[in-house]
């Protein structure tokens, strides 16, 4: 069994957990029989994680988003979907890796499916780059969903970005126009769109795939215009602030929900969805069936009014009159 990494505000539970492996190790090797005590133990660590993630603050979720064990879009792809066919390439530069693709069908309906892909070792995470994309990648990205547009088909999106990438041969080639190109194009989009924010939904990075007609959330995942550590940098001057910095944002899915920003929050696994991949994508799967319900049946016109309605509404203000 793979040895699970656990968080700085978890260790009380990596030490329950690590006695528990002991004692289990101990029945196996012995005559002894103390499945008893265990079972104990694994009801007080079950209850100890409840306890731990029932008071979370925006800084915890932010570790928990980025947690290396969560699931990435293709793991999603493989539960959640069937007839999953990866397309490649922009037809301009590149293939970026850090954003995968392609046709698939939802429950028997065809549809095209793409998102961000961070590695899970060291070789896979440069060769996508960690889940920063290039223009190149929102360029597939947009090629795909003209391409479902063309064959009216649903586009589902998934979103796990720290943010585009920001060297200097993604500026060289465009960085800002093909993010402003994506949202730009993604607003008249007459096909249905579903974004779900499964980890990190870091800035424009973010954005560029994710202008929707239903936006959902995973409890513990992030959605912001900058992360915590760049907005702390800019404000006081040093990254050490990210935890004060990530308060103030208004990252977490409850508060973005409660602003009107996204849709739906989808509920994950006691300990989040990295304890229980299974579980999570039955939850999610669950819920983009709820989602695809609820615009499946919309035209194109209707679509598109509802989206521009749907981003007017976006924000508050209070409107004063000075006083004499």
Known sequence: MAKKTFLDF???IAELENKIEELRYVQTE?????SEEIEQLDKKSLQLTKDIYSDLSPW???KIARHPERPYTLDYVQGIFTDFVEMHGDRHFADDQSIVGGLARFNGNAC???GHQKGRDTRERTLRNFGMTRPEGYRKALRLMKTAEKFKLPVFTFVDTPGAFPGIDAEERGQSEAIGRNIYE????EVPIITTIIGEGGSGGALAIAVADQVLMLQYSIYSVISP???ASILWKTSDKAKEAADALGITAHRLK???LIDKIVNEPVGGGHRDHRQMVAFLKRALGDAWRQVSDLKGKELLDRRYERLQSYGRFTDTKAER
């Not at 993604?186 to 989009?189: D, E, F, S, T």
């Open 10 to 12: 978890e260790q009380p």
């Open 30 to 34: 012995s005559a002894v029989d103390i």
């Open 60 to 62: 915890q979720i932010t």
């Open 112 to 114: 095209m499916v793409l």
């Open 186 to 189: 993604m607003a008249q989009l």
């Open 229 to 231: 550590e760049g907005c």
């Open 258 to 260: 409660a602003m009107g």
